[in-house]
């Protein structure tokens, strides 16, 4: 299993709500990765796990909230986004930092 | 800091025939990797090739190869016998192998390749 799974594929949210990404992997990788990547533009690293403790915050807004429950899952909360917000988040994961990585197929977000 | 660029934003090639996409790169790091991800429509980025910087020999993988020159720090993708399927955005990518940079991928701006029937 080569796999890493994003849900939902697409959201739309209002600015006032929460919601929640999840990305799953059991590839027994022990690092992930989220990314947000606006239309025809490279991804933006946000926030890397490693070993289930956040390593990396790329200087995300505090609207942002990763959360790795276990090794196979982490999440992306949001809240009060704010319209430009809207973009593909995708995840990855890779066997440890000093791996290649693995990407899911994203999540289109729409704030509204 | 270590920097990608692609210099081509466009790219068009015959089915059947190869096409080489550009990537160079600036780092003052004698060991690190390079990757070519694929993008298609669909979205999913899909890794298309590695090269570890410490390995002399050209990676390969199936109709896709690449051109590593360690010291004019180019880095470029040919792609042979182009097929309908290979049409998407391409990225370059570096990786630092400082533990320390935690696997952080630094991406050039993409190169959009087309493929004509």
């Known amino acids: 299993d080569t796999e890493v799974t994003q849900t939902p594929k697409h959201l739309v949210m209002g600015m006032t709500n929460k919601k929640s990404l999840k990305c799953e992997q059991h590839m027994g990788h022990r690092a992930m990765y989220w990314y947000k990547q606006k239309a025809k533009k490279p991804p933006e690293l946000m926030f890397v796990?490693?070993?289930?403790?956040?390593?990396i915050n790329e200087s995300v807004p505090s609207r942002f909230s990763p959360e790795c429950p276990n090794s196979s899952l982490l999440n992306l909360h949001l809240h009060a986004l704010q319209p430009e917000d809207s973009a593909l988040y995708l995840c990855?994961?890779?066997?440890?930092?000093?791996?290649?990585?693995?990407f899911g197929p994203g999540t289109r977000l729409t704030v509204t | 800091a270590q920097t990608v660029t692609q210099s081509q934003p466009e790219m068009s090639v015959q089915e059947a025939e190869t096409v080489t996409l550009s990537c160079t790169y600036d780092?003052?790091?004698?060991?690190?990797?390079l990757f070519w991800y694929k993008q298609p429509p669909s979205r999913q980025m899909i890794l298309v090739i590695r090269q570890e910087a410490y390995k002399q020999q050209n990676a390969t993988e199936n109709r896709f190869s690449v051109n590593f020159q360690k010291a004019a720090k180019s880095f470029s993708l040919k792609i042979s016998d182009s097929q309908l399927g290979d049409a998407a955005m391409y990225f370059c990518?570096?990786?630092?192998?400082?533990?320390?940079?935690?696997?952080?991928?630094?991406f050039g701006q993409g190169t959009e390749l087309s493929v004509k029937p």
């Open positions: 780092t003052s790091e004698s060991d690190y990797y």
């Open positions: 990518a570096y990786r630092s192998s400082d533990y320390n940079q935690g696997g952080k991928l630094i």
């Open positions: 990855a994961s890779s066997r440890t930092g000093d791996s290649e990585q693995y």
């Open positions: 796990y490693s070993y289930e403790k956040l390593s």
